[in-house]
């Protein structure tokens, strides 16, 4: 739903400056990861900068990196949207429970994922298992927003098609697809983004990206010249795909004329294809559910009670709680200002500060944990690996998350109730509080716990950042998967499930509730 | 009183503050050391529980590799929140040495290791040893068919057959040797024919589970992999055997695990009360008991009867101080191995 614009008056101004400072002060905390990358290339001089960058080394990298995605987001995009068809829009049987389950892999880490698959088949490796295992992992990224879309579709639109002579197949080539292309560049760039960062998936079934890479060169030189450059062409990757996803999207707009709303569309009936049309649904849910369950279940079996340690497992669990939470609060304060601006003062300045909000948030975390380590073993070492580097980490990269929560609510807590209650003599600042951010705090739960599922199955800025005898449910079982203990990792494994199956959950329902039922 | 957006954020924030507070005492905790660590996790577990069963002092572990942690002290300098630094393998004291970043190994300690298992300056002491093995598939390789050398594995009929783990100290560790024995052109043309010929793995275990599984013929790591996995369930380890390559060859090195006091540290006396009880009998014993699989180092200490016995290895002479990681990881990149 969307709220007119608030023209700021001359009262309000006073009260958009500071938030602009606040605002402000965050873009310009999320410049740092970036600022640091040119400061390292300067530094290191252009000679050894092209020497590091122009190698055969990152001329595989790169090859890899850029299979992996041309590979993966089409079959991502091809499934998600069959998935979200055959459950939206058909009288496929079981379309709810289908629809869950399409949804829930987002509850298992995608590291996870390739564990289940390599102890079941220990030959995995290279471009294919890769792309399989991230399909399966990431395409509840595309699933969600798509079907969202699918179910908000005015389906006067298709009738008009239909009536104008297209049949069922053009009907959703020429009417149905072009509406869904928001939420399917959406979803991804999401994917895209997570593929260039993710280190365990690939690490397991061994294949080389520029975060593996990365790690490597970390574990054998620290935070090496050779670091910091691959970690600059990946960040020139990700500004890559962002610009690419600006030109795929393009400014068309959609529209529809007159009032009411739109009526639900009907359901499509298979017929005799509802025989081949379960198969997608069930095949898709033994790869991507099936897989890891069967997998963790067998590796608890054999452990038996003796993995269950209570005083490693506990102590892990509850320092992933604790850092979860506090860095859910953090990033989602952070956020406020900015989400705040964006929804009541919107302009050329909002923009600029909220691309920067975004940006970091499309770094891979071992970039921003590399900059984080660097500048402060050399210019700030009182922060040096202490629990704040680490959740400002958290912060920087999970900030858009928060963002997105906070936005749709404070976009529904409507401005004209915020002026009655400063004509009713409240303060602007006691009229937001008391007013707007009470209206919001349902939108501020839901970021929080957006964040916090981001941060339990975060690893990499864990693993470089954490203070001494921090042991985190990830950062344990990796440990463990890295000696090949798979049966003593289960247990840490299924943990990070069950903290994120309530966290999907809300997913789940909030893409429901913003499609309006 | 009503319920206000602000009530809900403190008292999420306190419920924060109070689940992170204990924690952040626990890992600053005044009284006990702190040790980087990258020696196997369960090994340093088990000395760090049995020294403090002993002494009463806390030992707080962080996880990591050999270079990456000599390099972070390097750069953490006299501000290194580190006490000891324990490794798998030797360049990293080296490393750490130059820098003059290490207190002097205090005299008892030292006199419970032979000269060959220690640094000729003092600065840090051997904890453990492991040695170089082609661990290689039975069910295919004669013992004819094995490599004599390290060196052959250059050879073009070895191509797209053996495998390592290069981003691993171990192996960078085994690189540094040759280099020292051969020379930097021997090196730099053997890791290019390597980077032709050689599939490549995250950790000598991943690397022994390849050669287990038929992927490639043979791989070089260290000989404990293999023992291990014998000892627990043979899952990963049932087809491989292991050629130890003798003869002086750089593929019979044997790398030295290395501990050392970081001058910077707050806690002199406890970190190297802390050397002190894994060199000597109680440290070592874990070792010859326990499940690692590494060879003891004290003067008379028995490795795991299992073992083929040090004294057979015959490892080619080579002073562990001399060797360099920073040329090593330079000639691997330059390579594009890493």
């Known amino acids: 739903m969307r709220m007119p614009q608030l023209t700021a008056a001359p009262r309000g101004r006073v009260r ?34 092209i020497a590091l960058i122009f190698r055969n080394r990152v001329g595989e990298l790169l090859v890899n990196t850029v299979l992996l995605e041309i590979c993966t987001i089409p079959l991502c995009i091809l499934l998600a949207v069959s998935l979200a068809w055959l459950t939206e829009r058909t009288n496929i049987p079981g379309a709810r429970l289908w629809s869950w389950l399409a949804a829930a892999p987002l509850a298992v880490p995608a590291f996870v994922h390739s564990y289940a698959w390599v102890s079941l088949v220990p030959g995995m490796r290279g471009l294919w298992s890769g792309v399989l295992v991230s399909v399966l992992a990431y395409y509840p990224f595309l699933y969600l927003p798509v079907a ?6 005015d389906p006067a639109i298709e009738d008009a098609a239909a009536s104008l002579g297209l049949g069922p197949w053009r009907v959703f080539f020429r009417a149905i697809l072009p509406q869904l292309r928001l939420a399917i560049c959406g979803g991804s760039l999401l994917i895209g983004l997570h593929l260039l960062a993710e280190y365990g998936l690939y690490v397991m079934i061994r294949f080389d990206t520029f975060s593996t890479a990365i790690v490597d060169q970390f574990q054998s030189a620290y935070n090496s010249p050779a670091a910091n450059m691959l970690g600059g062409v990946l960040v020139f990757c990700c500004l890559l795909l962002l610009g690419i996803e600006v030109l795929v999207r393009g400014n068309e707009r959609y529209a529809r004329i007159g009032s009411g709303a739109a009526r639900p569309a009907d359901r499509r009936r298979l017929g005799w294809f509802v025989g081949p049309a379960v198969v997608l649904p069930v095949v898709t849910a033994v790869l991507a559910l099936g897989i890891p369950f069967v997998t963790l279940a067998r590796w608890l079996y054999l452990g038996g009670t003796d993995i269950w340690r209570i005083d490693t497992v506990g102590s892990a669990l509850l320092q992933t709680i604790a850092l979860a939470i506090a860095g859910g609060l953090l990033a989602t304060i952070a956020a406020t200002p900015m989400a705040w601006l964006s929804v009541r003062a919107p302009g050329r300045l909002q923009r600029v500060l909220e691309a920067c909000h975004y940006y970091v948030g499309s770094l891979p975390g071992v970039v921003v944990a590399l900059a984080l380590v660097s500048i402060t073993v050399r210019l700030i070492l009182p922060l040096y690996q202490t629990f704040a580097t680490l959740l400002l980490a958290y912060v920087l990269l999970f900030l858009p998350r928060a963002m997105v929560g906070l936005r749709a609510s404070i976009a529904q807590a409507p401005v004209e109730l915020e002026r009655a209650a400063m004509a009713l003599g409240r303060t602007p600042a006691q009229a937001v509080r008391q007013i707007t951010m009470r209206l919001a705090a349902p939108g501020f739960a839901a970021s929080v716990a957006l964040v916090a599922l981001g941060i339990t199955n975060e690893l990499t800025a864990t693993l470089m950042l954490s203070p001494n005898g921090t042991e985190t449910l990830a950062t344990k079982f990796w440990s463990l998967t890295s000696e090949i203990d798979y049966v003593s990792a289960a247990p840490y494994a299924f943990m990070m499930v069950v903290l994120s199956l309530p966290l999907t959950l809300l997913l789940y329902v ?3 509730r913003t499609a309006g039922q | 009183m009503t319920f206000s957006f602000s009530h809900l954020t403190s008292a999420l924030a306190l419920a924060a503050g109070l689940a992170v507070a204990p924690m952040m005492a626990n890992a600053a905790d005044a009284e006990g050391i702190v040790v980087y ?7 340093t577990r088990a000395w760090a529980d049995g020294f403090t069963k002993e002494t009463g002092i806390n030992v707080t572990i962080r996880n990591g590799s050999d270079m990456q942690f000599a390099n972070q002290i390097v750069q953490e ?5 580190a006490d000891v630094y324990l490794t798998e393998n030797s360049p990293g004291m080296a490393l750490v040495g130059a820098n003059k970043l290490f207190a002097p190994v205090d005299a008892a300690t030292l006199a419970q290791v032979p000269e060959t298992f220690k640094a000729a300056d ?3 002491v051997g904890v453990a040893a492991r040695s170089t093995v082609f661990a290689y598939d039975k069910t295919k390789l004669k013992e004819a068919d094995l490599p004599k050398s390290m060196l052959d594995l250059a050879d073009a009929k070895w191509k797209g057959r053996w495998g390592a783990s290069p981003a691993g100290a171990d192996f960078q560790a085994i690189v540094s040797a040759l280099l020292e024995l051969k020379g930097e052109d021997a090196t730099r043309a053997w890791l290019k024919a390597m980077k032709e010929n050689a599939s490549f793995y995250k950790g000598n275990s991943v690397a022994m589970k390849a050669v287990n599984a038929g992927e490639v013929e043979g791989a070089v790591i260290y000989h404990y992999y293999w023992f291990g996995d014998q000892a627990k369930t043979g899952e990963n380890s049932k087809n491989v055997g292991l050629h130890y390559f003798k003869n002086q060859d750089p593929g019979a090195f044997v790398s030295i695990s290395g501990g050392g006091v970081l001058a910077s540290s707050q806690h002199q006396k406890e970190a190297q009360a802390f050397l002190k009880w894994i060199t000597g009998k109680g440290g070592q014993a874990v070792l010859r008991d326990g499940d690692s699989y590494e060879y003891a180092v004290g003067n008379g200490a028995a490795s795991n009867p299992k073992l083929v016995p ?26 594009g191995l890493i």
Do not use: C, Y
């Open chain 1, 16 to 49: 958009h400056a500071s938030v602009v400072a606040l605002a402000s002060i965050v873009a310009l905390l999320s410049l740092v990861p970036l600022g640091f990358i040119v400061w390292i290339t300067i530094d290191t001089g252009w000679a050894e900068v």
């Open chain 1, 148 to 153: 969202a879309a699918l179910r908000r579709l």
């Open chain 1, 510 to 512: 909030q893409s429901k």
């Open chain 2, 37 to 43: 660590n990258a020696q196997h996790e369960a090994l």
């Open chain 2, 77 to 81: 300098g006299a501000a290194s929140p």
């Open chain 2, 122 to 124: 003092g600065n840090w």
């Open chain 2, 310 to 335: 040090l004294s057979d290895l015959q490892a080619p002479k080579v002073e562990p101080s001399k060797l360099n990681s920073k040329k090593v990881t330079d000639l691997m990149t330059e390579a």
